[in-house]
């Protein structure tokens, strides 16, 4: 597939690099400020030293990748609440040329899940996402291999900066600020954290699954989330826990139409009790019980192996 892509941060650099790989041709890869295209396939290595030395990916405007010559636009870009905006805007012009489209940005489904099925209905291009949630792991491709109406629920560790933060407490008896500057100086948290320490990334990926079951009966957004974080976790709360044979983790869960996001005590020998960056989602299923699914979910390589897997199922897939 000839493949235009915006966002060259982590992921959208390294599906970039990665696509010749699993056969695949980069025609357009933009940045906020600049875009690079060629019909016949950029050259990505140039491409992406320019934006290291120079800041930008070429001498084009942006809108020249959703213009380009593609089978397949790639989305990104950081995900925005609300609006969604710039992806959705993205998502809107694919869909209106009639182009498939994958997504690696949260926003346009964990915000506009109902407007972007809208598009995609009045288009002849598809949509997929798996690579939303938890990163390399398989979670939406299962629900969808399963059927959405045989899933009864999911609950799960879900983002790696919340998980290493509070399994580096248990293990060392360190208090949150410091491990927090630890993970930070490591690259595993941001220089800003919040969005992961305080629930709203693993909120985002249980609402997509919420949209995913609810099968258009009706739409979640971030606003339909309980959402507490991590921020207020002790350690003394975590030596607490350790005496009962537990460990606090941060799940996610999404159960009976409810969406909830909070610290939760878990056995140590639980599949819940990962450690470090790991994420790990229980799936419920109505008739093969509970499926565990676990990885690495976060990563440029790893998120980047998601889209291109949805790439491949597109291209392996009909048209209706």
Do not use: W
């Not at 016949?40 to 992406?48: K, Y």
């Amino acid at each position: 597939m000839r493949l235009a892509i915006v966002g060259t941060g982590a992921v959208g650099a390294s599906v970039a690099e990665l696509a010749a790989e699993y056969g695949h041709t980069v025609t357009a890869l933009a940045d906020s400020r600049s875009a690079v295209t060629d019909a016949a396939g950029i050259d990505v290595e140039s491409a992406l030293a320019r934006k290291r030395d120079e800041g930008r990916v070429g001498s084009g405007d942006p809108e020249d990748a959703l213009n380009g010559a593609y089978d397949c636009l790639v989305e990104a870009t950081p995900t925005t609440l609300g609006d969604a905006r710039p992806a959705y805007d993205h998502v809107r012009a694919a869909f209106e040329r009639d182009r498939d489209v994958v997504l690696a940005n949260k926003g346009p489904v964990a915000e506009r899940y109902a407007d972007v099925r809208a598009l995609e209905r009045e288009s002849e291009g598809r949509l997929r996402f798996e690579a939303t949630v938890g990163g390399a792991m398989p979670v939406l491709s299962t629900i969808e291999d399963c059927g959405p109406a045989h899933v009864t629920g999911i609950r799960g560790v879900l983002n790696g900066t919340a998980n290493f933060v509070l399994s580096r407490m248990a293990v060392e008896g360190l208090d949150y600020e410091h491990v927090l500057a630890e993970a930070q100086d490591l690259g595993v948290a941001e220089a800003d954290p919040s969005f992961d320490v305080e629930g709203t990334d693993a909120a985002l990926k249980c609402v997509i699954v919420a949209n995913v079951l609810a099968r258009g009966e009706r739409e979640y957004t971030l606003a339909d989330a309980d959402v507490e974080g991590i921020v207020d976790v002790s350690s003394n709360a975590l030596r607490l826990a350790s005496g009962d044979g537990r460990t606090v983790r941060l799940i996610g869960e999404v159960v009976d139409g409810s969406v909830r996001v909070a610290p939760r005590t878990v056995p140590t020998n639980s599949p819940l009790a990962v450690s470090g960056t790991e994420n790990v989602v229980q799936i419920g299923t109505t008739d093969a019980g509970r499926l565990n699914v676990s990885g690495r979910g976060t990563g440029g390589p790893e998120t980047a192996s998601a889209v291109l897997a949805d790439v491949r199922r597109l291209e392996s897939t009909a048209r209706d």
